[in-house]
């Protein structure tokens, strides 16, 4: 077997993969194993991304989010009483849109395969890159001189989303138990703790 062979099978292994990972997400009834689901999909995508020589963007995809993201998504799940039901009613809702989106994906891989079949040039018949390469530096290289503004501007829209996340979960609503530290530091021992005495019971 070549190692193209072998590199299409594991494409197509792996992308497999990724579409049962895909439905397990959005056709799971227990949020937690969505969740999971979801770790699953990133975790694969970054597999991809390795076997398309993008390294840094594959590493990049576990670090941040199944590292960092999809445990945040996890407390997350665990924290909020989520209603199921509502959540199936807005699948069946919206269900066509999300067949629209999937027939074009669908159109848009179709169309690369016919073009690859046609013997036409593609990225992915491109050379390979010399082993000196790397493209971890070639792209902080690009993002850190033309793309700096960008870059600085996303730091500071998702500060700005870390700030709202804050902000809607410390909000006050019924049943809520909100911490209160001043009351906290001001309790004494007496108020914590009284010591009752109880007299012995008399057996005849």
């Not at 990133?42 to 076997?51: D, G």
């Not at 290289?141 to 730091?155: G, I, K, R, S």
Request: charged share 15%.
């Amino acid at each position: 077997m070549t190692a193209n062979l072998l590199t299409s099978v594991l494409f197509y292994f792996y992308g497999a993969v990724l579409v049962a990972a895909s439905l397990g997400v959005v056709l799971a009834r227990n949020p937690v194993r969505a969740a999971l689901c979801l770790v699953l999909a990133f975790f694969t995508s970054a597999v991809l991304w390795l076997l398309l020589e993008a390294e840094f963007l594959g590493i990049v995809l576990v670090l941040v989010y199944v590292g960092a993201v999809m445990v945040l998504f996890l407390f997350v799940v665990m924290m909020l009483d989520i209603n199921v039901a509502q959540l199936r009613e807005g699948l069946v809702r919206y269900a066509w849109l999300g067949a629209l989106v999937a027939g074009v994906m669908i159109g848009e891989v179709a169309y690369v395969v016919w073009f690859r079949h046609l013997g036409l040039p593609l990225a992915l018949d491109a050379p390979p890159l010399p082993l000196a390469y790397s493209n971890t530096k070639s792209l902080g290289a690009v993002l850190y001189t033309d793309y700096l503004l960008p870059f600085q501007l996303a730091a500071v829209v998702l500060l700005v989303a870390i700030v709202a996340a804050i902000s809607l979960t410390t909000r006050r609503r019924p049943g809520y138990k909100h911490q209160d530290i001043a009351a906290q530091v001001a309790v004494r021992s007496a108020d914590r703790l009284r010591i009752v005495k109880v007299e012995a019971e008399k057996r005849p």
